[in-house]
């Protein structure tokens, strides 16, 4: 087990931030609306309950009618523009794999229950201590939950990126594939720190929309949303 050395943030970064910029300003867009038609339905509502009361001896101002039936008409093409602007938006980000193929050869790093990919013979992971542990031991599993490996990691308070060279043996590799991962930690004392923020870190090897219509990125065989990523990397190194 080595520590990851970690290069400076790739664009993509950048790119992942825009979008959720984008998002945010779109749902934003949308609460406007909403609130544009309950302004707009309160207009009618005023002007039929107005066309209803009036005096039959004293009916309201035809210049004065006029003018709000202009205004009733502003309001309408208004309304109209913004609909087919948020169409416009909507059909631009429709395709929800377009938007993520920049991640594709980029290394992510995102939340995870416990699971490592092994890459080309070398898995990479990180975890976040609260405080300085005195060990801190990482169990690999296979699928059926056996123990396969037991590494120490690094014990620093905060984020630790590691790798695990995928060896059980000095002469035996892993497959590449997914494994599971339990991190014991421990303070000076024996006590179990408990450590909630794990991740995996993994090259993107595809982008794909399962049956129930959502946007996955594929690292090797793991699925993840792009709303876990929490970095992005133009690539890593072990020390």
């Known amino acids: 087990m080595s520590d990851i050395a970690i290069p400076s943030p790739s664009p993509i970064l950048n790119s992942y931030l825009a979008k959720q910029d984008e998002i945010k300003a779109q749902t934003q867009t949308q609460v406007a609306s909403t609130k544009r038609n309950a302004n707009f339905d309160t207009f009618l509502k005023i002007l039929v309950a107005q066309l209803k009361n009036q005096d039959p ?9 006029t003018q709000q039936l202009v205004q009733y008409s502003q309001v309408e093409q208004l309304l109209a523009v913004n609909d087919k602007m948020d169409t416009m938006l909507s059909t631009v980000n429709s395709n929800g794999i377009t938007p993520l193929l920049g991640y594709i050869g980029q290394y992510a790093e995102a939340a995870t229950s416990g699971k490592i990919v092994v890459q080309g013979g ?13 060990s801190a031991v990482l169990s690999i ?15 620093s308070a905060g984020l630790n990126r590691i790798a695990w060279d995928g060896m059980l043996s000095d002469t035996v ?61 133009g690539g890593v190194s072990a020390g």
């Open 173 to 233: 590799q892993v497959p590449d594939g997914v494994y599971n991962f339990v991190l014991t930690a421990k303070d000076s004392s024996g006590n179990l720190i408990q450590t909630s923020d794990m991740r995996t870190i993994g090259m993107v090897t595809g982008v794909e929309t399962g049956a129930d219509g959502k946007t996955v990125l594929k690292i090797g065989d793991l699925s993840i949303k792009d709303t876990d990523i929490l970095s992005v990397f």
């Open 57 to 65: 001896t004293a009916p309201m101002d035809p210049a004065q009618f």
């Open 122 to 134: 070398q898995g990479l992971l990180a975890y976040n201590l609260p405080s300085e542990a005195q």
């Open 141 to 155: 599993q296979d699928k059926n939950g056996n123990v396969i490996a037991q590494v120490n990691g690094p014990t």
